[in-house]
């Protein structure tokens, strides 16, 4: 029998834990509503604009962190070093190709000067 154990919200994402029993074991289940980032890359996109990131240029996507973590997971990557280094950078270009709907259309145009 599995129970659930804990339940925390931060930052978006709801973290639950549970106990399965029969295995001795706990397992950790993450959500996130990812509705909110396509809703947002819809209107961007719209607009035509990519953001810009001071010291870093124009943004590339919004990934919902769950989505990231499924990523890696799915991939067999730890998914720390997936999000928190640069040794993984072509498995997220991967990603934004497998997840148009959540990349900026125009992230590699040049921005007009003002």
Do not use: C
């Not at 870093?56 to 990523?71: Q, S």
Request: avoid cysteine.
């Amino acid at each position: 029998m599995t129970k659930l154990i804990g339940q925390e919200t931060a930052g978006g994402i709801t973290e639950s834990w549970f106990y399965d029993e029969a295995g001795d074991t706990i397992h950790i289940h993450r959500e996130q509503d990812i509705e909110d980032a396509i809703e947002l890359m819809a209107a961007i996109n719209a607009a035509g604009e990519a953001p810009y990131i001071e010291g870093l240029g124009k943004a590339v996507a919004e990934v919902p962190e769950v989505l990231a973590m499924r990523w890696a997971a799915l991939r067999g990557i730890p998914w720390e070093k997936f999000m928190y280094s640069r040794e993984y950078d072509d498995e997220w270009r991967r990603m934004f190709k497998a997840m148009k709907r959540l990349t900026y259309e125009n992230h590699g145009k040049q921005q007009a000067a003002h």
